[in-house]
DNA sequence: ACTTATGTAACACGCGCTGTAACAAATAGA
DNA sequence: TCTATTTGTTACAGCGCGTGTTACATAAGT
């Protein structure tokens, strides 16, 4: 899969950051910083995220992108959704398969039905966890980062 | 994912099948033409499967490939293994996030974990399935498919 | 030797992802 | 109402990677 699913539940853990810590709407501009890569790029993210009701845009000064609910109900399968392009996770034949031989008719049908429980087995995991989750997590490691730098000094 | 492990569950059905059935070894040419594809397609990942012990492959006359196991002892999983290129399924930043964010420092870390548990749960799925169910399925469904037919002319 | 079949390297083609530029649309403030 | 700010959208360039193909080496049987 492409590295949308990836930037979108950083732009949400930028967001959810901005709005609880600062109380203030991230820009795209900013989410691109941190991200490192092109402003477009992130608002293309973006407009997956707004159809799916998870993030509220407005534009000119003082815009920018808010959470639309809390975050402790956004899961990581919600993200992964929205920014899913019907691209399956494991590809299938890329040439049809012979139709004349037995295994060729029908493999296809079989891997889509099993790949299907596959994939499904994945998103229950990404399910377990929110993007509150997230920025508990982000904040611990922050400061066992600190932490550790602390030792390295003494 | 690429389609390799695709065409790799398709020319293990397929080798099982002409072991099973017919008593003979698959040649890479045969496979090919139910793959639909290159017969040198067939063999790069006939390679890895001689690699992970699944297949044996016996060169000249009267040669090609036998399946190294019993078809019920082959899982989904040992394939996919097998052919998996360290290639994550969820792709990661494209570039290096920000490291003077908190969020950016440490998001990589974080999502390799999560992205590590949801792949596991997806093999563990495919750890249900042998190549053995995979013939009977196969088997099942061409069984249908014949039935169906019978229908329509009726 | 000759035929058959696998093993491997090298290369061309094409698709899709990523990044970028350009411009339209909306919103707040002077 | 004019300007600055910020999102929304389209179009296109670059490029990496998967796939297919050719060519040739290696092995095994008759």
Redesign the interface.
């Known amino acids: 899969?492409?590295?949308r699913?990836?930037?979108a539940?950083?732009m949400l853990?930028?967001i959810s950051?901005h709005q609880t810590q600062r109380g203030e709407p991230a820009t795209s501009e900013q989410m691109a910083?941190?991200?490192?890569?092109n402003p477009v790029v992130v608002r293309r993210i973006l407009g997956d995220l707004r159809e799916a009701n998870l993030v509220e845009t407005r534009r000119g000064v003082g815009g920018g992108v808010r959470l639309a609910r809390k975050p402790e109900t956004i899961t990581?399968r919600h993200v992964y959704e929205a920014v899913d392009q019907d691209c399956e996770?494991?590809?299938?034949?890329?040439?049809?398969?012979?139709q004349s031989?037995?295994?060729?008719?029908?493999?296809e049908?079989?891997?889509r039905e099993?790949f299907g429980?596959?994939?499904?087995?994945?998103?229950?995991?990404?399910a377990a966890?929110t993007v509150a989750d997230?920025n508990l997590?982000?904040?611990r490691?922050?400061a066992r980062?600190m932490q550790d730098v602390g030792q390295q000094m003494a």
């Open positions: 899969m492409n590295s699913f990836t930037l539940v950083h853990g930028l950051y910083d941190s991200i490192n890569t990581l996770l494991i590809a299938l034949h890329p040439n049809p398969p012979s031989c037995m295994v060729g008719a029908h493999i049908g079989f891997l099993v429980e596959a994939e499904e087995a994945l998103k229950q995991r990404l966890v997230l997590e982000l904040a490691r922050s980062c």
